[in-house]
């Protein structure tokens, strides 16, 4: 029986068939699961944009949904390439996101600042599971030697990242605006030094929702 040196050599050597195989199932069931999260998204964006307070937020969403749309035909391209049927496997961790921003539109007031803020957070917890979704795809592509579905995906990582990053900024630039109202309403409060956690060149998903 072969070491367990000699079975990781093999595995990064792509000499290793059993584990390929077993990789090529886990890449597809992902991609499934990933292809199930990006279509309900969509129609939770559309929720999330119509329930928006502002229009910077609101434009935010649709764009994002906009984007998901190409991103979901990347990924019937790839089930093309691959030779696979196109099919989803249901996710409970995108419902369960998708409900978190619903309970948000439930328990804010509607026009306010806060609201806004909600969905934004629950927004970018989304975006969060989908990075992660796509970066695990991208390195099984790259260890499958999947080159052409590594090219797609790579796209939609970047652009899930871009995503988050404006989120983010978004988010900040909320946090500014209410704490300028408190330190109109309570002048010398703490909040007017407020500044944001991130300049807009960081990786701001190595941080948290609302750049704090």
Same mark, same amino acid.
Do not use: C, W
């Given at each position: 029986?072969?070491? #367990?040196?000699?079975?990781?050599?093999?595995?990064?050597?792509? &000499?290793?068939?059993?584990?390929? &195989?077993?990789?090529?199932?886990?890449?597809?069931?992902?991609?499934?699961?990933?292809?199930?999260? %990006?279509?309900?998204?969509?129609?939770?964006?559309?929720?999330?944009?119509?329930?928006?307070?502002?229009?910077?937020?609101? *434009?935010?969403?649709?764009?994002?949904?906009? @984007?998901?749309?190409? =991103?979901? @035909?990347?990924?019937?391209?790839?089930?093309?390439?691959?030779?696979?049927?196109?099919? @989803?496997?249901?996710?409970?961790?995108?419902?369960?996101?998708?409900?978190?921003?619903?309970?948000?539109?439930?328990?804010? @007031?509607?026009?306010?600042?806060?609201?806004?803020?909600?969905?934004?957070?629950?927004? =970018?917890?989304?975006?969060?599971?989908?990075?992660?979704?796509?970066?695990?795809?991208?390195?099984?592509?790259?260890?499958?030697?999947?080159?052409?579905?590594?090219?797609?995906?790579? #796209?939609?990582?970047? %652009?899930?990242? %871009?995503?988050?990053?404006?989120?983010?900024?978004?988010?900040?630039?909320?946090?500014?605006?209410?704490?300028?109202?408190?330190?109109?309403?309570? $002048?010398?409060?703490?909040?007017?030094?407020?500044? $944001?956690?991130?300049? $807009?060149?960081?990786?701001?998903?190595?941080?948290? *929702? #609302?750049?704090?």
């Amino acid at each position: 029986m072969a070491s #367990l040196t000699d079975r990781i050599a093999s595995f990064f050597g792509g &000499e290793d068939s059993t584990t390929d &195989e077993g990789l090529r199932d886990l890449f597809i069931s992902e991609l499934k699961e990933v292809y199930y999260a %990006e279509k309900h998204s969509i129609n939770a964006l559309n929720n999330q944009a119509d329930a928006g307070t502002t229009n910077e937020v609101r *434009t935010a969403f649709l764009q994002h949904r906009d @984007e998901s749309q190409v =991103q979901i @035909e990347r990924l019937e391209e790839i089930f093309r390439i691959i030779g696979v049927k196109t099919e @989803e496997i249901k996710s409970d961790a995108i419902d369960g996101l998708i409900n978190d921003a619903k309970r948000v539109i439930a328990n804010t @007031e509607a026009g306010s600042l806060t609201r806004d803020a909600g969905l934004i957070i629950a927004v =970018q917890k989304i975006e969060h599971f989908e990075i992660a979704s796509y970066g695990s795809l991208l390195t099984l592509a790259n260890v499958l030697d999947f080159g052409q579905s590594a090219e797609l995906l790579a #796209l939609t990582l970047a %652009e899930e990242k %871009e995503a988050d990053r404006k989120l983010t900024i978004l988010a900040e630039s909320f946090v500014n605006k209410r704490s300028k109202v408190e330190e109109d309403e309570h $002048p010398g409060s703490h909040h007017a030094s407020r500044h $944001p956690a991130h300049s $807009p060149d960081a990786d701001v998903t190595l941080g948290g *929702t #609302l750049g704090i």
